[in-house]
């Protein structure tokens, strides 16, 4: 057994006590009231965070220098070990108290800020991105790194999921890592909040809550993983996203409406933002 599969041994055995774990009665009126709650414990001691951080460098080392990391998406279906932390008991659990027992994995990517690199997340809803309806997706927000405002936090503005008549315009700013836009007199800034949050931490916000996040001009890396989980009710448009494919979580899938994707075979990585997990070639 080599040390890392030592390590991770370790690690299993530490998890299982946080499995109890679960949200509070104030986190779900919370996350119901305000779009989010932050501050979750997933990974906490110091080898669960070495694994996760590991995790990180070696995947985003993986990818040739001309691929953006920010730029490609559904590292589920081509990684195995991204694969299984989207599926890991403890953040299945955070999420089944949020969408019930019948939910289904859809989207694993990388958020990253390096030191002075200029990215910037414009205030946008996730909702307006996506073919999927009803919008009732939830976005677990895992910190691969301590976050703060100092590094980029994601800042979200509290309440806005109750309001979904945002106007979202095209911006083609380089520095943007999306490019739909919600302009700030849309909304009142006192109620803005950071999500900062340590390492092997999560959040979880509403697919209609409004956020972003400004550039990092720290020295520290802001790297965070975003795992996206749906209830069984909601149906992807095929017509605009044809590569679209679901992972059942927890439960069953009485409604059937979307395709099915294949769980990874081993350790590859993706290409471009939109893949279909059958291009994945394994040796
Ligand atoms: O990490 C960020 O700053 C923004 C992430 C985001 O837009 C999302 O998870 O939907």
């Not at 299982?16 to 996350?31: D, F, G, H, I």
């Not at 916000?205 to 749906?230: E, V, W």
Request: glycine letters at 4%.
């Amino acid at each position: 057994m080599t040390f890392k599969q030592k390590r991770y041994q370790t690690d299993e055995s530490s998890l299982q006590k946080q499995l109890a774990k679960r949200l509070t009665t104030n986190e779900k009126k919370q996350y119901f009231n305000q779009g989010f709650v932050k501050g979750l414990p997933v990974f906490q001691s110091q080898s669960e965070i070495a694994f996760l951080q590991d995790m990180f460098l070696k995947l985003s080392s993986r990818l040739p220098k001309s691929i953006d990391i920010n730029q490609v998406n559904a590292w589920h279906k081509f990684s195995l070990e991204f694969y299984k932390l989207c599926h890991h008991p403890a953040i299945l659990d955070y999420v089944e108290d949020i969408l019930g027992s019948n939910f289904y994995h859809w989207a694993g990517q990388f958020f990253v800020k390096y030191p002075n690199d200029g990215s910037e997340v414009p205030w946008h809803q996730d909702a307006q991105y996506w073919p999927l309806y009803p919008s009732q997706s939830v976005t677990v927000w895992l910190a691969v790194f301590n976050t703060s405002l100092e590094n980029a936090a994601m800042q979200e503005v509290k309440r806005s999921h109750l309001n979904t008549k945002y106007i979202h315009r095209i911006n083609n700013s380089a520095h943007y890592v999306l490019h739909e836009e919600v302009s700030s007199d849309q909304f009142n800034s006192t109620n803005i909040e950071t999500v900062d949050l340590k390492a092997g931490q999560i959040s979880l916000h509403d697919s209609r809550l409004l956020h972003g996040s400004g550039p990092n001009y720290s020295k520290h890396t802001r790297a965070r993983i975003t795992i996206r989980y749906c209830p069984t009710n909601v149906r992807c448009d095929l017509s605009v996203w044809p590569t679209f494919e679901s992972y059942m979580a927890r439960g069953e899938d009485n409604y059937k409406w979307n395709p099915i994707g294949q769980v990874p075979k081993g350790e590859s990585y993706p290409v471009r933002k939109f893949q279909h997990s059958s291009e994945a070639l394994w040796d």
